[in-house]
Structure formats: C-alpha cells, structure tokens
C-alpha cells in the first residue's frame, strides 16, 4: 500500500506542475506507458512520471530534464519553484499525514510545518552574480548548473527534504534523481 500511496502522491505533484506549466496533465488519467509527444518531460523509455525501477533509466531520464532546465532559463526554474512552494503549503496536512502514517515516525505538527516553512527555502533569487575587481584584476562569481544530482532522501521527513532539494536544486539548473 504505501508503494501505491507514493507513486499517486508523485503523480499527482507531477501532473499538477506539469499543468500549471502549461503541459499535458494527466491527473484524472492513468499513467501512460510513454509521455505523450506534446508533453516536455522525459522519461528515458521506462519511468511513468518520473518514477523508476532502473537507477539509469532514473539517470538518463533526469539528464534530458536538465537539458530542458537549461534550455528554459531561469524564469522557468523560477515558476517550478513557485509551483512546487505553493503546492507543499497548500497539502501540508494531507501530505504531513500521509509521510506519517507510512513512517511511524515522529510528529504529525513537525511535518506539516517542514512543508509550510518551505517559502523560506531560497530559490533563484539567490542566484546572484558577483563581480570584484583590484590591482590583481578582476574576479567574477557566477553560478552554474552541475547537471545531475543524486540524493538520498531520509525517512523522518522524506517529503519536506525532497521538496527543499527540489527547490534548492532545480533552482540552481540542476536535475535530480532521488
């Protein structure tokens, strides 16, 4: 059961993202076997909304999303992290719940509130180029994506860390696979 609670619960904040970004969303629908061709998410042949049964299908697939990430600039890194703040507050209790009962572990108050102090997670706003200059020339500090970045996401607070890394990550250009 708490396999089939996880994949709908990913299901649902992707399609909703997708939705909100103007793609195809499939909330209502089951999952397809392969994204449909209008829809800008890649799956690398196996995933059903980013959820994988092979660590290099997971790899590959969050490959083709940074490419996208890079392709779409910071204003749509932006909206993702919009998205994905206002979503973790607006089903802090639903999902506080849900990691609850799945875990046994910890406060039922705790989670909640890890998902609504999410706006306080910096976004791309953070993400300020820096210049100095001297009579040793000129220093410039300008943020860059690394591409794909593996995580490992605990069981206490499995949600509010993944939605954090999402933030910080996506942000910041990257993918990720968790």
């Known amino acids: ?102 875990s046994k572990i910890g406060r039922l108050d705790h989670k909640i509130e890890k998902l609504q102090i999410l706006e306080l997670v910096p976004g791309v706003e953070s993400l300020k180029t820096q210049a100095t200059s001297g009579s040793n020339g000129v220093c410039l500090e300008e943020f860059a994506p690394f591409g794909v970045i593996g995580i490992v996401t605990p069981v206490t607070h499995s949600v509010p860390t993944l939605t954090a890394n999402v933030i910080n990550m996506v942000a910041s250009g990257n993918a990720i696979v968790a």
């Open 1 to 102: 059961m708490s396999a089939t609670i996880n994949e709908n619960l990913i299901r649902d904040v992707v399609s909703e993202v997708l939705g909100r970004l103007g793609q195809t969303s499939t909330r209502t629908s089951p999952a397809p076997s392969a994204p449909a061709p209008s829809r800008s998410v890649s799956t690398g042949g196996g995933g059903k909304h980013g959820v994988f049964t092979d660590a290099r299908e997971a790899c590959a697939s969050a490959q083709g999303g940074f490419q996208q990430l890079v392709k779409q600039g910071v204003a749509a890194r932006a909206k993702v992290v919009e998205i994905v703040k206002t979503m973790a507050d607006a089903n802090a209790n639903e999902w506080g719940r849900i990691e609850l009962e799945e």
